[in-house]
């Protein structure tokens, strides 16, 4: 079945990096719109950034832009995010979304159907 299962979270502080990654299971990895999105408790989950698979084409959030890389590794089937100059605001749980097999329906990544349980990053 399909899954996704992230893992890299943990504790860093401002100014830190961090990498995040994506193991994917249960479809063909290069066929998809993935991305990362994070949420706060009490907040609406925001769209980090997001990677049309077949192509390696990427579209990222305001907020993270300049700082924020996400990349693909078809042959481990891994989605990672290199995350640098991390800000207390970043604080969140980061999920890992699959979503549309078109080009041209990139979407919410926010709203993407299929994503993993998440992994926590806190910059303290």
């Known amino acids: 079945h399909v899954q996704l299962v992230e893992s890299g979270g943990g504790l860093v502080q401002p100014g830190g990096s961090l990498r995040l990654s994506c193991a994917a299971s249960?479809?063909?990895?290069?066929?998809?719109?993935m991305g990362w999105f994070r949420q706060v408790p009490g907040k609406e989950r925001e769209g980090v950034a997001k990677?049309?698979?077949?192509?390696?084409?990427?579209i990222y959030g305001d907020a993270v832009k300049g700082r924020f890389t996400i990349s693909q590794d078809n042959a481990k089937k891994t989605l990672s995010l290199h995350m640098s100059s991390l800000k207390p605001e970043g604080t969140a749980m980061y999920y890992c979304a699959a979503g549309s097999t078109v080009l041209q329906c990139s979407g919410d990544v926010s709203s993407y159907p299929t994503r993993g349980q998440g992994t926590q990053v806190t910059v303290s």
């Open positions: 249960g479809f063909t990895f290069n066929s998809y719109w």
């Open positions: 990677i049309w698979t077949r192509s390696g084409s990427t």
